[in-house]
């Protein structure tokens, strides 16, 4: 199973988050490239289970038990963002210059090329791993970490998790999460040419926005020794039918990125004892809550990786971000992950989104290292 083939033929499958432009269709959808995976998965010879299989975002996950006494979990997220506005053709990958092109390309399809294609590699030479395996890959991580969530509640279970994303092979230890919440205010709606009949929405709204300023400012009071201070941004407002009708209602939706050590439920807390200052307001039950991330890098599955990286002669470097990811969900459930993989964060998302192949040819030897106990 050649790892390039397998990164090309999953560009050439669209897999879109809709986000919240209500898309539809099998380009918004993680059905055909499950469909793929759970292919390469059965010529394997992994036992195969789709999660949510009537969903248009379903999951997919294979196991091989080779009688190990630990299991090593492998996670790629298989959906992409818009492909809308790329320079380059996103669904025809292309090689130039040693760099695969297309939308998916490092973020994170080629981690799943990556895992599909080392272990097929060392089966067909007849190489057995020193770890049960599991590979999974999980939908809508671009939004609201939706397929994370319905897989961990399968009652995962494994000994570590490598999380692929971009990180130029070098390992992230340590990200904020977030916490995205939708908040409303209700008003009187009458013409515009009386409003003292009615109850401005917007008003209300606005002082919502501005009291979330000051609780960005008094944010700062936390700070985490490698992540700094969480943040609050206020995205998207939304109020009002036409300029001379006063609004009977109006919101925004809100992104709060969490440090590690914080939870949901004190940021929601925190969030509503401002939210409560303006009468009427309230909040939705949140949409997305991701943990914020640090991992000890002498241990566990950093451990394991940097030991594999070294056998490859690569020395491997820890780094932190603001950005995300599927790691704290399985730290959540007792499993050590470690964030790692193929390509640039620079590059993902981007109009030309790439991975410089070479980076791949180095991960599957770095693999082969860790399955193999070298």
């Known amino acids: 199973m050649n790892a390039e083939k397998i990164l090309a033929?999953?560009?050439?499958?669209?897999?879109v988050n809709p986000f919240t432009s209500g898309e539809t269709g099998r380009i918004y959808s993680e059905q055909d490239i499950v469909a793929y995976i759970k292919g390469q998965m059965?010529?394997?010879?992994?036992?195969?289970?789709?999660?949510?299989?009537?969903?248009?975002?379903?999951?997919?996950?294979?196991?091989?038990n080779f009688g190990a006494k630990e299991t090593i979990l492998f996670d790629a997220h298989l959906d992409t963002v818009s492909h809308l506005g790329m320079v380059v053709a996103p669904f025809d990958p292309v090689i130039k210059d040693d760099r695969m092109y297309g939308r998916g390309s490092c973020d994170t399809k080629s981690n799943m090329a990556l895992y599909l294609s080392t272990l097929g590699e060392l089966l067909a030479k007849g190489k057995k791993p020193q770890y049960n395996v599991i590979i999974t890959g999980c939908s809508d991580e671009e939004f609201r970490f939706g397929g994370i969530q319905k897989y961990i509640d399968t009652g995962v279970k494994a000994d570590f998790a490598i999380v692929g994303e971009p990180t130029g092979l070098n390992a992230l230890s340590a990200h904020k999460g977030v916490f995205r919440c939708i908040i409303h205010t209700r008003g009187v709606a009458c013409h515009s040419s009386t409003p003292e009949q009615g109850h401005n929405a917007i008003y209300d709204i606005a002082q919502v926005s501005l009291l979330l300023k000051q609780y960005q400012e008094d944010l700062k009071q936390?700070?985490?020794?490698?992540?700094?201070?969480?943040?609050?941004?206020v995205g998207n407002i939304l109020g009002g039918t036409t300029v001379n009708t006063v609004p009977a209602a109006a919101s925004i939706e809100i992104d709060r990125r969490m440090i590690p050590g914080e939870t949901p439920e004190e940021v929601q807390s925190e969030i509503q004892r401002y939210v409560e200052q303006v009468p009427g307001a309230w909040l939705e039950t949140p949409y997305l809550k991701a943990f914020g991330y640090h991992t000890d890098q002498t241990k566990g599955a950093a451990d394991l990786l940097s030991h594999a990286c070294s056998c490859q002669k690569h020395k491997l470097e820890f780094f932190s971000a603001p950005f995300a990811t599927h790691a704290p969900f399985y730290e959540n459930i007792g499993i050590p992950a470690i964030v790692w993989g193929p390509g640039?964060?620079?590059?993902?998302?981007?109009?030309?989104?790439?991975?410089?192949?070479?980076?791949?040819?180095?991960?599957?030897?770095?693999?082969?290292?860790?399955?193999?106990?070298?």
């Open 9 to 15: 033929d999953l560009i050439s499958i669209p897999s």
């Open 42 to 64: 059965i010529s394997l010879g992994m036992d195969v289970q789709i999660i949510d299989p009537d969903s248009q975002h379903p999951c997919v996950t294979g196991v091989m």
């Open 222 to 233: 936390k700070v985490h020794p490698i992540l700094g201070s969480p943040t609050i941004n």
């Open 344 to 374: 640039s964060i620079d590059k993902a998302h981007s109009k030309d989104e790439f991975l410089p192949l070479n980076e791949l040819k180095i991960a599957q030897n770095i693999l082969k290292n860790l399955l193999l106990k070298h």
